[in-house]
């Protein structure tokens, strides 16, 4: 199994503003990932970092509001830029591959709340 | 996003019975399948996987069973405890068409009463 941290795990922000959450894996993995999960609802994959190179996004999210770093195997960093209250949510971060194998694990999120 | 934002359905199951927690997934290419459990508060944690080429994987007290015809997937908890309550999901992957991305489902959530 891994250990997969994040900080902060909880934060209050203003509207306008941009937090940075990280995400640290405790083994080297080939590929990580970044959900959104609203209260009560299901996960939503927002990206996958990939290292050394620009994040893929899915439908719906872009670079620009969610900006994405992975500077190495272990770490990663999900930005929520210019916020709103519509982008309180729970982000989670996972990691999947290389010391891992097929099973992807999850980090236990950042609960964001924009006021 | 790809996930399905609903009102999670919720199961009540008696304290010692068995569970069956059922899953339509959306992908017939997907190759490889999970069922994950959340508790409040955290990050889901892996409970057990299948792959395509089998339809049934036991673990220790849990069973997934895949049938592909259907594009149906379940999850049945034996012996039920109250530590199981907490909300299921299953997740996909939809193999080399679509990356090795996991896509997750509606979810359910499991009430155990002692």
């Known amino acids: 199994s891994a250990v997969i941290s994040q900080k902060p795990s909880r934060d209050i922000c203003q509207r306008g503003t941009s937090l940075t959450i990280q995400c640290q894996v405790d083994s080297q993995v080939t590929m990580m990932f970044w959900y959104r999960q609203q209260p009560g609802q299901s996960l939503t994959l927002i990206a996958t970092a990939n290292q050394g190179s620009e994040a893929t996004y899915e439908s719906g999210f872009v670079i620009d509001k969610f900006p994405i770093s992975r500077p190495n195997l272990t770490f990663s960093t999900l930005t929520v830029s210019n916020m709103s209250p519509e982008d309180s949510s729970i982000y989670l971060c996972s990691a999947r591959g290389g010391a891992l194998v097929d099973t992807q694990y999850f980090g236990p999120g950042t609960r964001l709340t924009v006021l | 996003g790809e996930s399905v934002g609903l009102h999670l359905p919720t199961l009540s199951v008696q304290e010692g019975d068995n569970s069956i927690i059922n899953c339509a997934y959306s992908?017939?290419?997907?190759?490889?399948f999970i069922w994950y459990k959340q508790e409040s508060g955290k990050g889901p944690q892996f409970i057990i996987d299948?792959?395509?080429?089998?339809d049934k994987r036991q673990g220790q007290r849990v069973t997934v069973l895949l049938n592909k015809t259907v594009k149906h997937l379940s999850l049945q908890i034996a012996a039920t405890q109250p530590g199981d309550s907490a909300v299921y999901f299953c997740?996909?992957?939809?193999?080399?068409?679509?990356?090795?991305?996991?896509?997750f489902g509606a979810g359910t959530r499991l009430f155990v009463k002692a």
């Open positions: 299948i792959r395509s080429n089998m």
């Open positions: 992908n017939s290419a997907s190759d490889y």
């Open positions: 997740a996909e992957n939809p193999g080399n068409t679509g990356g090795f991305k996991t896509i």
